[in-house]
């Protein structure tokens, strides 16, 4: 069975610092990986997705994420936090078949000033 | 970009009272979905549903629990006879099905509480 797990349900970094999110999975086929954001009062919107193409992937508002099958992870980062991040992420996995996703327990990202 | 809509953001009810939660997937869309999340817990899968019929559901997903989309342009869950613990946000989702692994949209979630 596929399963995604992020470390740090609560993350806080300051304004301009790296943002680094961590998620790790467990796939027994190759996996598909999604970062999805959700902010406040709206829904989940996908950041970022993994296919197999490249291990790095490059998503909007400047985030992005590195496929590193030795070590099972997909960590998010973006090198400079920005208030607007504040927001919640979710790492998922789907096993390509049928399109079901997989959610993490999400971490909330708070910025400070 | 199109949007998920989802009705009502709230809804607070009876234990024992049936609910059902709505949604208006993007109009081209053919796969939907439901997801919940109960607090501090993961975003869960509910079901799946194309061409009129589900197609997977998970252990979630019991006898208390049905989808419909009556009319071509709606979604809707219906949960019959309500429990506690069936406080969570539930989130609708679409995707047009066109190729593998694409985007699901999700809506804003109706936050359900039972009392």
């Known amino acids: 069975a596929q399963s995604v797990t992020q470390l740090g349900s609560h993350v806080s970094v300051s304004e301009g610092a790296l943002v680094l999110l961590r998620c790790n999975y467990s796939s027994s086929v190759p996996p598909y990986l999604f970062w999805y954001v959700q902010y406040p009062n709206q829904g989940l919107q996908l950041l970022l997705k993994?296919?197999?193409?490249?291990?790095l992937v490059k998503g909007i508002n400047g985030f992005e994420a590195e496929f590193k099958k030795s070590e099972t992870s997909f960590h998010l980062t973006k090198p400079s936090a920005h208030m607007s991040d504040a927001a919640e992420y979710f790492c998922a996995v789907s096993d390509g078949a049928t399109n079901k996703l997989i959610f993490g327990t999400g971490t909330l990202l708070a910025v400070q000033p | 970009e199109p949007e998920v809509t989802q009705t009502p953001s709230h809804q607070v009810t009876q234990m024992g009272q049936e609910v059902i939660l709505r949604c208006v997937p993007i109009s081209n869309h053919l796969y939907f979905y439901w997801y919940r999340q109960i607090l501090g817990q993961k975003v869960e899968f509910l079901v799946s549903f194309y061409n009129n019929e589900i197609s997977e559901k998970s252990e979630i997903f019991d006898d208390q629990f049905s989808v419909e989309r009556p009319d071509g342009s709606n979604f809707t869950l219906k949960i019959r006879s309500t429990k506690l613990e069936d406080s969570a946000m539930y989130f609708c989702?679409?995707?047009?099905?066109?190729?593998?692994?694409?985007?699901?949209?999700f809506g804003s979630g109706t936050q359900l509480s039972v009392l």
């Open positions: 993994y296919t197999s193409a490249a291990t």
């Open positions: 989702a679409s995707r047009a099905g066109q190729i593998q692994n694409e985007k699901l949209f």
